[in-house]
């Protein structure tokens, strides 16, 4: 039932968002005058470039809105971007950093708090649904102030169309994040953590390890907690404890309700199949269509599961030479700590190796 709802939701978001552009472009026919020979061109052109440009500026606003709630809330700003640029704060001040966009993610907010205990996290992903709410507000003021309705209207549906993208309580979006807190305020402590170890990856990933960010938690309610099981678990493959981290992986599958935390679990399993020399269940685990879409996807730990898949399994040189130079180029970049870095730096290196031999 979550799946039909999810893709209810992302079909409205959609069809809110092409009425936007075709909004931006009846507006822009509307003001330019019809007499100019490329009349046709420019509606178009300024069209399209009111709809990115409204678009990105609202990506924007999303995250300023987060921050602004978290400078309410007593979180300091350490990471504020659009893409895969980020404004990172250091002990040097205030950098650009680029980093391998997490799926799913057009724009990122990242603050600490120091009081764990604080349950107003809430309020910080609160923040960004609430600029959508506030613009659609100001542009239905300015429809009826100047009795001009196209372009408001494009800012009008462009902002629905995010509102019910962030706030469906079923994902990993914001509105799922509030659902939970709102259900289990406790777990305001994960979140705090869950920020830190961000903020970690972007300041001084070199620095701390995957391992001192997670804790060794049951399959909860939740992607919260079930992020912190998936990260602990990945703790246990660096450890080289296998079949752990293969029964733990198993049981989340089916336990969990969120798509995003199978899909993740799915190509860890894959990857624990192929240390264990498992090659059946990992060639069936392969051909499933949410592992496929992961190991085409640009972050380096994912790129080396799949040259270490394409190594041992379909034997498909051509997949296995670009999934070795995507890895080459993504790790550094990729969002991971130093044991995660050693971890598959050295795993890379062992599939050049094989591939070599072979």
Sequence with gaps: ????????????????????????????????????SFHGLWVFGLGYVWFLGSFYLTLIL???????????????????????????KTDQGWKWKKTVIVQGAAAQYIGVKRDENDP???????????????????????????????????????????????????????GAKIQELRTH???????????????????DPTAANLSDFVMDLPILPGHLPQIHYLNWTEVLIFKG????????????????????????????????YLLQGLNEEARELGQ?????????????????????????ITKDNKALKKSLAQAKKMLPNSPLLADEQDYYSKLLTEVELESQLS
């Excluded at 649904?129 to 800012?155: A, D, K, M, R």
């Excluded at 953590?193 to 300041?203: D, F, G, I, N, W």
Aim: aromatic content about 10%.
């Design 120 to 174: 107003r996290a809430i309020l910080v992903f609160a923040g960004g649904p609430i600029v959508h709410l506030s613009l659609i507000l100001i542009s239905v003021l300015i429809g009826f102030l100047t009795g001009h309705w196209s372009l408001p209207l494009s800012q009008i549906l462009l902002n629905l169309a995010l509102f019910i993208l962030n706030a469906n309580p079923s994902g990993m979006a914001d």
């Design 62 to 88: 999303h995250e300023l809105g987060h921050a602004f709630f978290g400078w309410l809330t007593g979180f300091d700003l350490v990471a504020l971007g659009l893409g895969n640029r980020l404004l990172v």
């Design 241 to 272: 404890e296998y079949q752990e981290a293969q029964e733990r992986l198993e049981k989340v599958i089916v336990a969990s309700d969120n798509d995003y935390i199978v899909k993740m679990a799915k190509l860890v399993l894959l990857e624990v």
């Design 288 to 312: 499933d269509r949410q592992v496929k879409s992961l190991l085409k996807y640009p972050m380096g730990n994912h790129q080396v599961i799949a040259a270490l898949y394409h190594q041992r």
């Design 185 to 203: 305020p406790e777990y305001s402590r994960l979140v705090y953590q869950s920020l830190r170890h961000t903020s970690q990856v972007m300041v």
């Design 1 to 36: 039932m979550k799946k039909v709802w999810n893709w209810f939701v992302i079909g409205v978001s959609v069809l809110c968002g092409f009425a936007s552009a075709m909004y931006s472009t009846y507006g822009m026919a509307q003001l330019l005058p019809e007499n100019d």
